[in-house]
């Protein structure tokens, strides 16, 4: 019965057969699939929700969505579990040459695969957007994020870069994560400070036992710039109003964003370059309606008004 449960959950034998039911083409869908697990689709989520929304809402789930993202790493260096040796549902060879890079990228798996960061990153984004927003009702946007949810572990599996058990310890990974969020902000315990200076930790975590990658110095930087923003610069009220002014204003802002980042990253080398840019780019992102205020005092709005 345990060894049935292992093969299931840890079997090379569940992915082929899964990839033997679908024709290839398919593997371009399941790449768009996995694309709402990425770590920038969540800071460009993250950032619209914060800037046209609830910023004491919003402003915990990044220390929570990307210290998840960190914790994953650190756990996938403490378990030391392998990713799967087949291949993708698409072959790379068949993909065509204008997208080949793209899909390559896709479908790229590197360390350990348990958990799977794309769908505790998803788990965590999604739903803590459905949890922190009033878009719709609460059963239209939480079926929205377990679909997305869905379709994110899905395609982890038939690209062949997890194992089923895989993508389920980051479900576990992720459910849990947002119960601390729905936690801290249901009794308002400075859900921010907490989130994003315990996201910090983490991330130094990851830098630890990941000291090759990237994903935790970014973290790292992003979340300390935001919790310094947070703290010393942001208008916890302020928000960008929700007209033609206030997208112009957002649009501005991802430049201001981009700008910042890049030319820290030119000006300072190596990974300290990589920590600074996150963190000018985090500074930014959480007070950019601040600084809109500030500047611009017509364009600038209080949540409820």
Known sequence: MFAAVLWVLFGEGIIVRSQSLLPETVGYLLVLATLLGEPWIFVILLSGALWFGDARRIAPLFGFVFGGLALVLVLKSVVGLP????????????????????????????????????????????????????????????FVASSIVAMVALSRVLLGVHYLGDVLGGLGIGIAVIGCYRFLVRNEIAPAVIALGSGVVVAVAAISVSSTESEPYLAAGALLGGLISWIVFADHTASLPRNSRGITHAVLGTVAVLIAGGGVVVAVPGQAGIVAAAGAMGLFILAWPTFVGVLVPGNRRQLGS
């Open 83 to 142: 990713r799967p040796a087949t291949g993708p549902l698409l072959a790379v060879d068949a993909v065509h040459p204008a997208v080949r890079w793209g899909y390559t990228w896709a479908i790229g798996g590197s360390g350990y695969g348990f958990p799977s960061g794309h769908v505790a990153g998803a788990t965590i984004a999604w739903g803590g957007l459905a949890t922190a927003t009033s878009v719709w009702t609460w059963q239209h946007r939480w």
